[in-house]
């Protein structure tokens, strides 16, 4: 049974607490449904609950019964609260550039008292009907703006939205994600592999890598269906003076002969990301990871990278799932 | 009076030298890789956990019902039984555990053999 808002409801067996709630009528935002994206984020205030559904929450938010709604699958009463801890922060879009074809860099105002670290992500919503989306944060907290990268989806309701949205307002909830540099191992080899906009945590993590001198192997691989889609090149490119370590790596699925191979300091190949990875690491147990972006690949990265001899505690994930349709 | 091997191996931290070799070699081992290829690598990490720490005869809460209930729905064979105490096997030698030990643990796992395996 939950009680929710003085109500009470009985779960079927199986069944989240999302789903229980959202069958019963109660409004609950959600997007991805699998415990990545945390927006169905309730609190529990009394009743315990199931591990998995606080996996990837902070400490002193588990403490206080914050929980995914939908990864719930409560095996005792519980009564619940919405969430008012993940503070709302107003912002303004100062500009939006293009990046790629089909990807812009959306820029916002940093709210002020809004603490993050590069690469960790937010959610957006736009004020007048609450649509939100996740978005990670590839800038470094001391620029005055947050940079977002924005793919642009074909009937895509808020890039499409976003794209046109200089000077309007949005709110941010946040930060979340423990996709950030880890600080105090400078010598420590990195592997970052990203495909899409999953390269704006991984450039988070560059940023802040490149700010604290990092001393160890660095290489970033980016996945795109062709060349167009390798975004940031030049930027990326740059990052090498302070950090002589870094190689960067392209995995293309189409590209003509002159795209492939050496061009600059990145290396192309018309290779799945996994294999341009797994390739050049078969052995990954000093490294740390980071890994962005599509889900069902990020999922097959990391379980390969385990099986190279990864620490589960070294790999850092960040699953881009669509919005689920309802 | 002996001793668990838990304790004579080194409690948890044999355990836990012993639950990355044997959680990546049942992964890859293509006879049963399925039933541990969970998105949730970290809940599946605490079950193999719990599962060596009591082979090693050591602190653990699994119970005989909760053991059948938990395996039922899979409906394991004895060659997926005997595929696990390979990869535990493998995995305690991999450690230069000596090979009484070895047989101690294969025995307790065997203790459940009919709790897991269908029929």
């Known amino acids: 049974m939950l009680r929710f808002e003085g109500k009470d409801y009985p779960v079927e067996d199986g069944e989240s607490v999302l789903d229980c709630l959202l069958r019963h009528g109660e409004q609950v935002s959600s997007l991805c449904r699998s415990g990545a994206c945390q927006s169905c984020l309730l609190k529990a205030s009394a009743g315990a609950l199931p591990a998995v559904a606080q996996l990837g929450l902070k400490d002193a938010w588990k403490q206080q019964g914050f929980f995914l709604a939908c990864v719930c699958r409560p095996r005792e009463d519980l009564l619940l609260e919405r969430c008012t801890a993940a503070a709302s922060h107003s912002s303004q879009v100062q500009r939006v550039m293009a990046?790629?074809?089909?990807?812009?860099?959306?820029?916002?105002?940093?709210?002020?008292?809004?603490?993050?670290?590069?690469?960790?992500?937010?959610?957006?919503?736009?004020?007048?009907?609450?649509?939100?989306?996740?978005?990670?944060?590839?800038?470094?907290?001391?620029?005055?703006?947050?940079?977002?990268?924005?793919?642009?989806?074909?009937?895509?309701?808020?890039?499409?939205?976003?794209?046109?949205?200089?000077?309007?307002?949005?709110?941010?909830?946040?930060?979340?994600?423990?996709?950030?540099?880890?600080?105090?191992?400078?010598?420590?080899?990195?592997?970052?592999?990203?495909?899409?906009?999953?390269?704006?945590?991984?450039?988070?993590?560059?940023?802040?890598?490149?700010?604290?001198?990092?001393?160890?192997?660095?290489?970033?691989?980016?996945?795109?269906?062709?060349?167009?889609?390798?975004?940031?090149?030049?930027?990326?490119?740059?990052?090498?003076?302070?950090?002589?370590?870094?190689?960067?790596?392209?995995?293309?699925?189409?590209?003509?002969?002159?795209?492939?191979?050496?061009?600059?300091?990145?290396?192309?190949?018309?290779?799945?990301?996994?294999?341009?990875?797994?390739?050049?690491?078969?052995?990954?147990?000093?490294?740390r990871l980071f890994v962005c972006g599509q889900p069902t690949l990020v999922q097959l990265l990391r379980k390969r990278a385990y099986l190279a001899g990864a620490s589960l505690s070294r790999i850092h994930c960040d699953a881009f799932a669509a919005p689920h349709s309802a | 009076m002996s001793t668990s091997i838990y304790e004579r191996l080194g409690g948890e931290a044999a355990v836990d030298a012993a639950v990355d070799i044997f959680y990546r070699k049942v992964l890859a081992d293509e006879r049963i890789s399925s039933f541990f290829d969970d998105v949730d690598m970290d809940r599946q990490r605490g079950k193999q956990k719990a599962f060596l720490t009591f082979a090693f005869g050591g602190p653990n809460a699994y119970a005989g019902k909760d053991m059948r209930a938990a395996h039922a729905r899979m409906h394991l064979t004895e060659q997926h039984f005997d595929a696990v105490m390979e990869n535990l096997g493998a995995t305690l030698t991999e450690l230069g555990v000596p090979a009484d030990l070895i047989g101690e643990a294969a025995a307790i796992a065997l203790s459940v053999k009919g709790d897991i395996v269908s029929r």
């Open chain 1, 99 to 287: 990046l790629a074809p089909n990807v812009v860099s959306v820029r916002l105002a940093r709210p002020a008292g809004f603490d993050f670290r590069a690469g960790q992500f937010v959610q957006l919503s736009r004020p007048s009907d609450g649509l939100m989306r996740a978005y990670s944060i590839a800038s470094l907290p001391s620029e005055d703006e947050l940079e977002l990268h924005v793919a642009l989806l074909s009937n895509g309701k808020m890039s499409g939205w976003l794209r046109e949205a200089v000077g309007q307002n949005v709110s941010l909830r946040g930060p979340f994600g423990e996709c950030f540099y880890q600080e105090g191992e400078p010598d420590r080899p990195l592997v970052l592999a990203g495909t899409g906009t999953g390269l704006a945590p991984l450039v988070g993590v560059l940023r802040t890598a490149a700010q604290h001198g990092h001393r160890g192997e660095i290489s970033l691989f980016h996945g795109s269906p062709q060349l167009s889609g390798i975004y940031l090149r030049s930027e990326l490119e740059a990052l090498t003076e302070s950090l002589p370590s870094l190689r960067l790596f392209g995995s293309l699925l189409s590209g003509s002969e002159s795209e492939l191979g050496a061009q600059g300091r990145w290396q192309f190949e018309l290779a799945p990301l996994e294999q341009v990875v797994f390739s050049r690491h078969p052995k990954l147990d000093a490294h």
